[in-house]
């Protein structure tokens, strides 16, 4: 029972820290484009007209 009075807080700070990660993510762009990746690895980047 005495190991909960460490555990507890360390859980409480692994999840805030888990949260302030996800809310960096979000507000730094990281999910505003979820299709262009997809589309990305589909292109062979060939785009220009052989010369």
Known sequence: MNMLIYLIPIALFLGGLGLFAFLWAL?????TDLEGAAWRVLDDGDDRPDV
Not at 27 to 31: A, L, V, W
């Open 27 to 31: 507000k730094s762009g990281q999910y």
